[in-house]
């Protein structure tokens, strides 16, 4: 098989993180940009969202673009739900006023490649997938630990996102406290406890001190009583999310990515504990949870796997 050149983009919420990517997963040149997206769908105007859209992801694109004209297709992972059949965003939680857009049309003609657009969280599983932690098996559980909790799963080798794209919102199942109130207007949410500005929030609510996830990570390292209370609590809280998951799929193999990881030493063994916990007797010790080969690169992988797997088919 000739080695063949996709371009992977992931969009997050203040960030475009994009880079060439081959056939066997190699990372060439990448570029990051700032771009707050969600600030665009302020606008009450969707055309005026769409506009913008298109025309921040055509100026991160283009330039990697014209400089490696052997690229021959585009994936993109994007905050939003896709139909399956059509290939368009439904609806994007950070750009309210996106509805029924058909992204990866419009960018494809813009652009002069074919262009794949999923949901980013999709893309991360298919990443992790067919480049990290699930090389050589069939099927891997997937979660994104952010601003809240994504969620992915490939079945018996394909992605699988459900009849609307909104297969496998890991973050709003029901298995934590109800003291917080989500982003989705429920309380209990596994997100509301185990996010990583869960973690942080919850942090600085118990010590009185302001700091991110990654100071937290850097409070437990040094002993600090209420730093590692939360990630125990937020590992405790995956677990429960993880054995409701795999009660409904029977996959034994999960992989966790996002920033929340760099606790992983914290967060894995009371994940685990409460995974055996909850699972059904004859799984229990069966299902492997381990933290993501790829890190932050899981989902500029997916979205060029998505464009390389479609070539492949051609
Ligand atoms: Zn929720």
């Known amino acids: 098989m000739t080695n063949q050149f996709a371009l992977g983009v992931d969009v997050g919420g203040t960030n475009i993180r994009l880079a060439v990517v081959d056939s066997r ?5 990448r570029r990051q940009y700032e771009a707050r997206l969600s600030q665009h769908g302020a606008s009450s105007d969707a055309d005026r969202s769409m506009a913008l859209v298109l025309a921040t992801l055509e100026s991160a694109i283009r330039p990697l673009l014209e400089r490696q004209p052997d690229i021959q297709g585009i994936g993109i992972g994007f905050p939003g739900f896709f139909d399956n059949q059509t290939g368009s965003m439904l609806s994007s939680p950070n750009i309210p006023g996106l509805l029924n857009v058909p992204l990866a049309e419009s960018l494809s003609q813009r652009l002069g490649r074919p262009v794949h657009v999923q949901n980013d969280a999709s893309l991360a599983a298919l990443g992790e997938f067919t480049f990290g932690v699930g090389v050589g098996l069939s099927s891997l559980l997937h979660l994104t630990l952010g601003t809240g909790i994504g969620g992915g799963v490939i079945i018996n080798g394909g992605l699988y996102t459900g009849d609307g794209g909104m297969a496998m919102e890991m973050g709003h199942l029901h298995v934590a406290p109800e003291d917080r109130l989500c982003g989705c207007g429920a ?61 409904l799929l029977d996959i034994r193999q999960v992989s966790i990515s996002g920033g929340l990881t760099g606790a992983w030493k914290h967060l894995a063994p009371a994940l685990q504990q409460e995974l055996d916990k909850h699972l059904l007797p004859p799984l229990i010790g069966k299902v492997s949870v381990l933290c993501s080969k790829l890190g932050d690169d899981a989902g500029i992988l997916g979205a060029a796997a998505l464009a390389l797997g479609d070539m492949q088919n051609d």
């Open 25 to 29: 997963g190699k990372i060439g040149e």
């Open 187 to 247: 309380r209990g949410c596994m997100e509301t406890w185990a996010s990583a500005s869960a973690v942080a929030e919850r942090f600085s609510i118990l010590s009185g001190i302001q700091a991110n996830a990654r100071e937290v990570n850097q409070m437990a390292n040094a002993g600090n009583e209420h730093a590692l209370a939360v990630l125990h609590d937020a590992g405790r809280i995956l677990g429960r999310g993880i054995a409701e998951a795999v009660k």
